[in-house]
């Protein structure tokens, strides 16, 4: 699902991945542990297509991301890359529903489907009786799980998570790390997860130790 080959970051003089080698599976659940500073939410962020490596090759897909134009990166993205952070951002003027539905109109499926696509969504992660309701009338717990309906309502290939479950609390943290295994065994969904927390990352079918720029 996920190739990526000598990955390395330069800002300015300080050099932050130091070539990074990483294969992902189809229907994978792995984590990236390590300390702050390690390079972790970097590699993240190259592999989602946010950010761009100085050298290397990433490969989603079939498709080699290097030489695509930024247009084309953000269709590329929009269609086949979901994104869950740390804190939800959700936008507040809009309801549940409406944020779900954002990725989908913005890639120019119809209104109809989306719609039904994000209500479906959102009922199957225990918010059917959420849908009108806007962010600031929901926990956290929920925000983070219209955040996971958004990320999924273009049927990505691979989801991208970092720092999940960092905003919050014990018991919302293990309801969304099992979400992601629910997940995985209704849509053979991909994951690729930065964190902290000790028990998402032993609950992943594979550990990937970052220290010094580099997986080790």
């Known amino acids: 699902m996920l190739t990526a080959t000598n990955i390395q970051k330069y800002y300015g003089q300080l050099w932050v991945l130091k070539g990074v080698d990483l294969q992902i599976k189809q229907g994978e659940i792995a984590s990236i542990v390590g300390p702050s ?12 297509t946010l950010d761009k490596p100085d050298k290397g090759d990433v ?3 079939n498709q080699r991301l290097n030489f695509l134009s930024e247009k084309q990166m953000a269709a590329f993205r929009n269609r086949h890359v979901g994104f869950v952070f ?10 549940a529903l409406e944020n779900v539905c954002i990725p989908g109109w913005m890639a120019g499926r119809r209104k109809k489907e989306v719609e039904e696509n994000a209500v479906e969504l959102l009922r199957m992660l225990g918010l059917g009786d959420r ?8 926990s956290g717990g929920e925000q983070q799980r219209v955040a996971v309906a958004r990320a999924l309502i273009n049927k990505p290939a691979i989801i991208f998570a970092d720092e999940p ?9 293990r309801e969304l790390h099992q ?17 902290h927390n000790e028990e998402l990352a032993q609950m992943s ?12």
């Open 37 to 48: 500073g390690s390079g972790k939410s970097t590699l993240l962020h190259i592999l989602g």
């Open 59 to 61: 490969v989603v897909g």
């Open 86 to 95: 740390q804190f939800h951002h959700l936008l507040p003027e809009f309801t």
């Open 131 to 138: 849908i009108d309701n806007k962010p600031n009338a929901l």
């Open 165 to 173: 479950t960092g905003n919050l609390d014990s018991a919302n943290a």
């Open 179 to 195: 979400l992601f295994f629910t997940l995985r065994q209704q849509f053979n969904q991909t994951f690729l997860i930065v964190t």
């Open 205 to 216: 079918d594979r550990i990937l130790h970052m220290k010094d720029g580099k997986i080790v």
